[in-house]
């Protein structure tokens, strides 16, 4: 099974701070690699899929990029709505395997 | 709109097998595989399982492996997830979610997930 890692775990931030989260996966993935963001006590939603490729309706801050076994999320400038909990999922092989997941907090 | 509305959850004995539906509207189902992801209380997402969008490929995580069924009903526009053999860390929240393919390619779209508690 590909295991995927996620770092840091947790990330404290400012409003208008640039983030960055990292996702490595055990053996490449080439870029079939999704980004998703999660607010307490709801769904995930889709930010990034293809590695790279912003989900529609999806502000533009959000860029995602890499390809084999490292990938990064980016939030370009960090907004009050942006404090979530981010996953990576790879849908390269089943298991189609998630990270741990990245708390971005105040 | 895509909606996802999964229903069968509420506290189940460790003994029985519930079975967990997800009605789907908004888009052409028989067109998209479909997953199930769970998420145990204050921990993260563990992907469950996929079914391609004629139901004739299905992949399982190997903590449910055995244990669970995915299945899907094209006409009636519903996905299915039969459990058995419960345990207790099978607690959880469990989402329908949407691939943006017949087979996989990446999740597109999310239920509001269906609360399951496994209980003695």
């Known amino acids: 099974d590909i295991q995927m890692t996620q770092s840091p775990s947790t990330l404290s931030a400012f409003v208008g701070d640039r983030v960055t989260i990292t996702c490595r996966a055990s053996q490449s993935i080439s870029n079939w690699l999704a980004w998703y963001q999660q607010k307490p006590g709801k769904a995930p939603e889709v930010l990034i899929y293809r590695a790279s490729t912003l989900e529609s309706g999806v502000p533009s801050r959000f860029s995602g990029s890499g390809s084999g076994t490292e990938f990064t999320l980016t939030v370009s400038s960090l907004q009050p709505d942006d404090f979530a909990t981010y996953y990576c999922q790879q849908y390269y092989t089943s298991p189609f395997t998630f990270g741990p997941g990245t708390k971005v907090d105040v | 709109q895509v909606q996802l509305v999964e229903s069968g959850g509420g506290v189940v004995l460790r003994g029985r097998s519930p079975r967990l539906s997800c009605a789907a509207s908004?888009?052409?189902?028989?067109?998209?595989?479909m997953h199930w992801v769970r998420q145990a209380p204050g921990k993260g997402l563990e992907w469950v399982a996929v079914i391609s969008y004629d139901g004739s490929n299905e992949y399982y995580a190997d903590s449910v492996k055995g244990r669970f069924t995915i299945s899907r009903d094209n006409p009636k526009n519903t996905l299915y997830l039969q459990l058995s053999n419960l345990r207790d860390d099978d607690t959880a929240i469990y989402y329908c979610?949407?691939?943006?393919?017949?087979?996989?390619?990446?999740?597109?779209?999310w239920g509001q997930g269906a609360l399951v508690i496994v209980s003695s």
């Open positions: 908004g888009f052409i189902f028989s067109s998209h595989a």
């Open positions: 979610a949407r691939d943006r393919a017949g087979t996989v390619a990446g999740i597109d779209s």
